[in-house]
């Protein structure tokens, strides 16, 4: 059977399971913990109208009265995890501190997941600096970052020597969960959109929020019935939901995958109902089609209907892919050509930026670029390169999801890992070995339904998509791209889960 089992890897082409979002489904989609994803924000604020611009002063004056908060994380009702937030005034500003426990279930297989954040405020709430982590099974990634004057130092590590970034900021940064509390401070009222731009450290970029106000509403937390400001926040098209209190606390946030956080006791949340594991996120997050596909690798073209999305959040069009009229038409690359000569010596600018190390594809790693030596010969065409490589990874990387942030080096020396370790372990490989290599994210078919899902692109003469879990070179036409170039492309298709609808038509 032709299932995505990553601990039960068969040997033949695509018979195995994999996971994708990762912890984005469960830290930056859907709460107001600080999570890696959504790190710490650069303030800027517009109306609705964005010709009547408007500035909200918080003050080095303003007060927050001291908390410390427990909530039940649940889905569908169910309570999958904790988390506990306090926040506490220092002489300088405020201490946040926030654990977030969770068990969560992919592709039938439980996982248990902690994050650890540390926040120094300021006091007028601006970042001071942060300590971070996240721990799941023998995956861990750590990452400590300070602000002086106007420049954000970061320092994280997963597998190997310690990585130091530096970018300079344009205005003071934010925490997530002592934001909203100055949000709520300072009247934002019904008509007004506050825009919060988003610092990724995985991309080094900057993403908007934006926060709008949606009135009142009664809710009952803990059997008690509360008056609270409903919040969203949409980010890249995914909204989630935030409920405030008459104390600026945070009752209750609702995001994706039928996920919420709720407030409740420190005994209820550590000793109450026991935390079981979440439905399988894999199978909740997959999409229907109307009839299944018939060995899909003997495929060289496939045709589907697109609906419940806008184009343009995504990227539909281009390469082997052509999007009209909500038709997209996948056609499979043409290898011929491509082997007929030796890996391309020089690049140019543009490629260049394809064969440069980053924060989660270390391909100036000495381990990488020995295996990498020891894979491929460098006379080999740039083809020839790519079978290589794509063979090892899938013969040496046991196939099992895994709940953590992906990087090339955790997957190497751990040996193990889903669609998103390969997809890093292969950019990584593939830079160290001259091949300019990017990570794609879409959908995937598999036993009558499409799968979230990550690959590669690889610049053989010219771009062609690869998929190393599968084996695949080039990838069959199932392979359908929201989002190519980035190493943390879940954030550029958190806003269409659940949304997306297809149809597979004739040829």
């Known amino acids: 059977m032709r299932a995505y089992n990553c601990g039960t890897f068969s040997g033949e082409t695509g018979a195995m399971y994999f996971k994708r979002m990762k912890t984005f489904w469960t830290g930056a989609a859907l709460s107001g913990v600080l999570f890696l994803i959504l790190f710490v924000l650069r303030l800027g604020f517009l109306e609705k109208n964005p010709a009547d611009q408007f500035t909200i002063a918080i003050s080095s004056e303003s007060s927050l009265p001291e908390k410390d908060s427990w909530k039940n994380i649940l889905q569908n009702g169910e309570k999958i995890g904790v988390s506990h937030s306090s926040l506490a005034k220092t002489p300088s500003g405020y201490l946040l501190q926030e654990t977030l426990y969770l068990r969560i279930n992919t592709m039938g297989m439980v996982q248990d997941i902690s994050l650890n954040t540390t926040g120094k405020l300021h006091s007028d709430f601006s970042l001071a600096a942060f300590d971070f982590n996240i721990s799941s099974g023998r995956f861990q990634f750590s990452a400590k970052g300070t602000v002086s004057d106007r420049v954000l130092t970061i320092v994280s590590q997963s597998s190997g020597s310690p990585r130091k970034d530096s970018i300079r900021l344009d205005q003071k940064l934010y925490l997530t969960t002592g934001i909203i509390d100055a949000v709520m401070a300072s009247d934002l009222n019904e008509s007004q959109v506050l825009t919060l731009?988003?610092?990724?450290?995985?991309?080094?970029?900057?993403?908007?929020?934006?926060?709008?106000?949606?009135?009142?509403?009664?809710?009952?937390?803990?059997?008690?019935?509360?008056?609270?400001?409903?919040?969203?926040?949409?980010?890249?098209?995914?909204?989630?939901?935030?409920?405030?209190?008459?104390?600026?606390?945070?009752?209750?946030?609702?995001?994706?995958?039928?996920?919420?956080?709720?407030?409740?006791?420190?005994?209820?949340?550590?000793?109450?109902?026991?935390?079981?594991?979440?439905?399988?996120?894999?199978?909740?997050?997959?999409?229907?089609?109307?009839?299944?596909?018939?060995?899909?690798?003997?495929?060289?073209?496939?045709?589907?209907?697109?609906?419940?999305?806008?184009?343009?959040?995504?990227?539909?069009?281009?390469?082997?892919?052509?999007?009209?009229?909500?038709?997209?038409?996948?056609?499979?690359?043409?290898?011929?050509?491509?082997?007929?000569?030796?890996?391309?010596?020089?690049?140019?600018?543009?490629?260049?930026?394809?064969?440069?190390?980053?924060?989660?594809?270390?391909?100036?790693?000495?381990?990488?670029?020995?295996?990498?030596?020891?894979?491929?010969?460098?006379?080999?065409?740039?083809?020839?390169?790519?079978?290589?490589?794509?063979?090892?990874?899938?013969?040496?990387?046991?196939?099992?999801?895994?709940?953590?942030?992906?990087?090339?080096?955790?997957?190497?020396?751990?040996?193990?890992?889903?669609?998103?370790?390969?997809?890093?372990?292969?950019?990584?490989?593939?830079?160290?070995?001259g091949i300019p290599a990017k990570i794609e994210a879409g959908l995937v078919y598999l036993n009558g339904r499409f799968y979230y899902h990550a690959w590669n692109l690889l610049y053989l003469g010219e771009w062609i998509t690869v998929d190393a879990l599968f084996g695949q070179v080039p990838a069959d036409v199932t392979h359908i791209r929201f989002s190519s170039g980035a190493q943390s492309l879940p954030l550029d298709i958190m806003g269409i889960i659940g949304n997306v609808k297809l149809e597979i038509l004739p040829l």
């Open 197 to 433: 731009f988003v610092f990724d450290p995985a991309t080094m970029s900057q993403q908007p929020v934006d926060i709008r106000v949606i009135g009142r509403e009664d809710i009952r937390i803990m059997g008690t019935s509360l008056s609270a400001r409903k919040v969203s926040l949409s980010f890249k098209g995914a909204t989630q939901l935030a409920w405030v209190g008459e104390s600026g606390e945070i009752l209750k946030e609702q995001g994706l995958l039928g996920i919420s956080l709720e407030k409740t006791t420190r005994t209820d949340a550590l000793f109450g109902l026991p935390v079981g594991s979440s439905q399988d996120l894999t199978q909740v997050a997959s999409v229907s089609v109307n009839i299944p596909i018939e060995n899909p690798e003997s495929l060289d073209r496939l045709r589907i209907k697109i609906d419940g999305i806008q184009s343009s959040e995504v990227s539909l069009d281009g390469g082997r892919q052509t999007f009209r009229q909500n038709i997209l038409t996948v056609v499979r690359e043409s290898l011929p050509g491509l082997s007929a000569g030796p890996a391309e010596k020089g690049v140019n600018e543009t490629l260049a930026e394809f064969l440069k190390p980053s924060l989660f594809i270390q391909s100036n790693d000495p381990k990488i670029k020995k295996l990498a030596d020891s894979i491929v010969s460098a006379d080999d065409p740039a083809l020839i390169k790519a079978r290589k490589l794509v063979d090892w990874i899938n013969r040496n990387i046991e196939k099992r999801p895994v709940l953590s942030l992906p990087d090339a080096l955790s997957t190497l020396e751990n040996q193990v890992g889903d669609c998103n370790e390969h997809a890093m372990l292969l950019s990584a490989l593939a830079r160290a070995a």
